[in-house]
Nanobody, 126 residues
Framework: QLQLVESGGDLVQPGGSLTLSCTASEFTSDSYAIAWFRQAPGKAREGVSCISTYHGHTDYAHFVGGRFTISRDNDKTTVYLQMDSLKPEDTAVYYC???????????????????WGQGIQVTVSS
């Protein structure tokens, strides 16, 4: 059973930066899609960014606006979300999710992901 653990959440001022990490317990394949989702209080969960570990294809939600960068380490067990120019509306619990995937692309549809982390709080406030 693949387990995902998020880390790096914190309280940060508007305009600041954070890097979230998602570490997998084990990968039985080179082909996964890994994504970040978030959920703010009283709002629906939304996709933030995703990456296909084998092909390296990435995708971002429109609201990211070039502020975030998703990447993976060379052994593909950890995926990072570098978040810059943070805004108060980025405040949410951020979740890492993964699924086996042979697709060249990745998708920001929570319904296709089989494994989820427990989430980590990101608060952007002065």
């Amino acid at each position: 059973q693949l387990q995902l653990v998020e880390s790096g959440g914190d309280l940060v001022q508007p305009g600041g930066s954070l890097t979230l990490s998602c570490t997998a317990s084990e990968f039985t394949s080179d082909s996964y899609a890994i994504a970040w989702f978030r959920q703010a209080p009283g709002k629906a969960r939304e996709g933030v960014s995703c990456i296909s570990t084998y092909h390296g294809h990435t995708d971002y939600a429109h609201f990211v606006g070039g502020r975030f960068t998703i990447s993976r380490d060379n052994d593909k067990t950890t995926v990072y979300l570098q978040m810059d120019s943070l805004k108060p509306e980025d405040t949410a619990v951020y979740y890492c999710a993964a699924t086996l995937s042979l697709s060249r692309s990745c998708y920001l549809d929570g319904g296709i992901y089989s494994y989820w982390g427990q989430g980590i709080q990101v608060t952007v406030s002065s």
